[in-house]
């Protein structure tokens, strides 16, 4: 063997190597990688509400999104989305299960928000469970009274914790402007106070705690921690700015928050007032592609 081919094969041995290894770190950041955080990201079907359930199921599919939320009837802010009727209607636990089998898709989330439970229960129930999104109703309150009207939400929130235990669901109450579980210290409250965790948690919507400049989201999803069951990836904003990745706030530190808790439900693509499906889709395959780049960051 010569000198130079003595240089050759060395070389090729080490570019060998050191492409190993650069694939070898690649892996590591990889999803599917048993170490590595997995964020689950989902939509709401009120996003494209003038669309029928399986038309809904399609859009999600054809976006690489593992689940969809379902949402009750709600015809706030021009919407007119009906989807989680039409399925207790139409289809019945059993049919949505072999509707979200054919597209290989699961259930984010059924969100009632001021709907009762017991109108959806058995269809739940039929299915075979899963997280519930409703609010925590109006009232909000701060220092010495916020405790105390924490405890009396859960008192009155025991028939619903029974149904959930009929239908192996866990409900998730969102945080919404002006409602008791609202501001940062509320979540706190809730955390300590909560009965039944097996039960019950919380859904965590960015968009209203954003006003709390004092206490980043990042913190409150911290102060949430296992008790979080549902986030929706929602910006405050008009029209799509309300969407990751298009308006200006940076959802980097609120991903590193979920991984940091190894975070295992949905995060769901979401705004109010929706433009045409195409344009909706189009927006929401740009938060994925966003929220994923943040994920990458932060694994």
């Known amino acids: 063997m010569t000198r130079r081919d003595f240089v050759r094969g060395a070389a090729v041995t080490v570019a060998g190597a050191s492409l190993k290894g650069v694939s070898t770190a690649d892996a590591k950041d990889r999803p599917e990688n048993k170490n590595a955080w997995n964020m689950k990201l989902a939509t709401s079907s009120v996003m494209f509400d003038k669309l029928p359930i399986e038309r809904v199921c399609e859009t999600v599919a054809r976006l690489g999104l593992k689940a969809v939320d379902i949402w009750a009837p709600f015809t706030w802010g021009g919407a007119q989305c009906t989807h989680l009727e039409d399925v207790k209607k139409k289809l019945g636990g059993k049919g949505l299960g072999e ?40 009232g909000r309150a701060a220092g010495e009274d916020l405790k105390p009207k924490m405890k009396a939400f859960f008192e ?32 706190k409250a809730f955390v300590e106070l909560n009965p039944n965790t097996k039960r019950v948690g919380v859904a965590v919507a960015p968009y209203h705690l954003q006003g709390y400049k004092k206490t980043p989201v990042e913190d409150v999803i911290r102060t949430a921690g296992s008790q979080c069951l549902f986030l929706y990836a929602w910006q405050r904003g008009k029209g799509t700015v309300q969407m990751p990745g298009v308006g200006p706030a940076d959802f980097t530190p609120w991903v590193k928050a979920l991984a ?19 344009k909706m889709e189009a927006a929401v395959a740009k ?13």
């Not at 699961?106 to 999104?133: P, Q």
């Not at 945080?175 to 210290?185: A, K, R, V, Y």
């Not at 940091?260 to 705004?271: C, R």
């Not at 938060?287 to 694994?299: E, F, I, Q, T």
Request: proline share 4%; net charge positive.
């Open 156 to 187: 009155k929130l025991k028939p619903d914790i029974e149904l959930a235990e009929k239908c192996n669901a866990r409900l998730a109450i969102e945080n919404h402007g002006g409602s008791l579980l609202s501001s940062p210290d509320s979540f």
């Open 99 to 138: 509707l979200l089998k054919k597209h290989k898709l699961e259930v984010a989330a059924f969100t009632i928000y001021g709907h009762k439970l017991s109108e959806y229960w058995e269809l739940i129930r039929d299915y075979g469970g899963g997280v519930v999104v409703r609010g925590a109703g109006a």
């Open 260 to 278: 940091e808790m190894k975070y295992q439900h949905y995060s769901s693509i979401f705004m109010h007032g929706h433009p045409p499906a195409d």
């Open 287 to 299: 938060s994925r592609d966003y929220l994923l780049k943040c994920r990458g960051k932060v694994s």
